[in-house]
Every structure is written in structure tokens, then in C-alpha cells.
């Protein structure tokens, strides 16, 4: 059994004050014990974050890293600093990286593999645009993204990284994929995954990630292959992070 998980990406909002109010709201708000929570805060407040979830359940993830080890990049920081900040999960590969920062496939892999070295989580974004999805190239696109890192960094490598689907299309203009369409894309990526290797096939959580709110979260969430969520903008409130938290705790408790 795949253990749920939930990702909160705050993307580019947050100060100290709304954090700490975040937080305290969120902390007697949820109560979702069978699934895992993460929050991945901007980069300057990784330690604010880090030290006020110390004593919960709840993890520390980064939005990005940088592909290369220590050195002379500035501006950049390196997956050693994020280990060293607390951090267990880190996203790359979000499609806002890669359309409006250009970031590659091949970066993206380098990433990847820096990430393992220092034992955080990678969370693989993938997903598709509208013109594509038009096209019939929504499994093409999304499978093509996952093998360009598989290939580069290996299979035994991939094990225990996180998928995250999230149509282009559904990112923060209130257009979900409808539950079936979500689930058949997670499922061809779980079958694809099969063809490198089974034990990796299943055992990968892959979670689905576009304009989910507590309103739709059960239905997502109770499709066979979706093993969570990455949340943007109904993560900045408190009260409705921490409702999706609860949806899929609850869905979980069902299914066990
Ligand atoms: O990009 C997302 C999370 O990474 C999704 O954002 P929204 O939930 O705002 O659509």
C-alpha cells in the first residue's frame, strides 16, 4: 500500500507574518495522521518554516534546486544546503520552471540525481499544455518527461521519487481535470513505469496536481492511481490545506 501524500507549493507568496499565521491555523486545523504533509515554502523561508514544524508530523520540501554541486553559481542553491536546511522533499521540473525558466529535461535529470545523493525526496512534475492535450500527445508528452530522467539517471535511482501530474492547462485557472481523466493519465504512467520495473511500478506515488480545492479533492482522490496531491493556490489558506489534508487522510483510513 502506497502511503498518500500532499504537497503544498506556495510558489512565490508568503512573508514571516502570514507564515506564522499559516501555520498556526493549520496546525489545529488539520488531522491527517495515515498521510504524509509537506509545505514547500519560498527558499528565504525555509528555516522559519522548518522550525515551526520541527515538533509536528510535517515535512519540509524545497520548490527547486540547483543542477549543479557547490560553487561558483550565484544566486543558486545547492541540494546539500537544502539537506543541511531540513529539507526531505524538493519539486523539480515544475512546468512554470520549465516554460517560463526554460529549465530542460537534461537539467532537470541533474537535478534529480543531486537530490538522491543527499537523501531528499525528488518530486517530479510532468504534464501537458492544452494544444498538446488537443492533440492526443498528453501520454507521449507526460511519459517522454518521465523516461528523459529514468534513462539519465536509472532506474534503481528512481525508487521511492514522487510524481506529480499536473496538466499545464489546470495550473491555477480553476479548470481540474476531470477525476477519469486525471486517473487514466496516472494510470498509463504507472503501466509505462511497469516496463522499466515492476516493484518501482507500484510502489511510486504519483499525485495529481492542477486547481484542486476541498470541493474536488474526494473525488481525485479516491481514483485508484492518485496517491495525493500538489496543492498551489488553495495551499495558501490554512483552512483549505488543511480540509484537502483531511480528505485524503479519511479517503486513506476508507481504503485500508
Ligand atoms: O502548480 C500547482 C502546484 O504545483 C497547482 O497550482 P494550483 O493548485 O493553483 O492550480
Aim: proline share 4%; net charge negative; hydrophobic share 35%.
Amino acid at each position: 500500500m502506497r502511503r498518500p501524500i500532499i504537497i503544498a507549493n506556495w510558489k512565490m507568496n508568503g512573508s514571516r507574518e502570514k507564515n506564522t499565521s499559516f501555520l498556526e491555523h493549520f496546525l489545529t486545523a488539520v488531522n491527517a495522521e495515515t498521510c504524509d504533509i509537506v509545505i514547500c515554502p519560498p527558499l528565504p523561508y525555509l528555516s522559519q518554516i522548518q522550525q515551526s514544524i520541527e515538533i509536528t508530523a510535517i515535512n519540509l520540501g524545497s520548490q527547486n534546486v540547483c543542477q549543479y554541486p557547490e560553487g561558483a553559481y550565484t544566486g543558486e542553491t545547492s541540494a546539500t544546503m537544502l539537506a543541511d536546511l531540513g529539507c526531505q522533499y524538493c519539486l523539480i521540473g515544475h512546468s512554470e520552471r520549465r516554460l517560463i525558466f526554460n529549465e530542460s529535461d537534461k537539467s532537470i535529470a541533474d537535478k534529480f540525481l543531486l537530490l538522491k545523493k543527499n537523501n531528499i525526496t525528488p518530486v517530479l512534475c510532468v504534464g501537458e499544455t492544452l494544444q498538446q492535450r488537443e492533440n492526443n500527445e498528453t501520454e507521449q508528452v507526460v511519459l517522454s518527461q518521465i523516461d528523459s530522467v529514468i534513462h539519465s539517471v536509472g532506474i534503481n535511482n528512481f525508487i521511492d521519487s514522487v510524481i506529480a501530474y499536473e496538466p499545464v492547462w489546470s495550473i491555477g485557472t480553476g479548470l481540474t481535470a476531470t477525476p477519469e481523466q486525471a486517473q487514466s493519465v496516472h494510470l498509463a504512467i504507472r503501466n509505462h513505469l511497469k516496463t522499466h520495473n515492476s516493484q518501482t511500478a507500484s510502489g511510486t506515488r504519483i499525485v495529481y496536481g492542477g486547481s484542486v480545492k476541498p470541493e474536488n479533492a474526494a473525488d481525485l482522490f479516491s481514483q485508484p492511481d492518485i496517491d495525493g496531491g500538489l496543492i498551489g493556490g488553495a495551499s495558501l489558506k490554512a483552512e483549505s490545506f488543511a480540509e484537502i489534508c483531511n480528505v485524503l487522510s479519511s479517503n486513506a483510513e476508507v481504503m485500508h
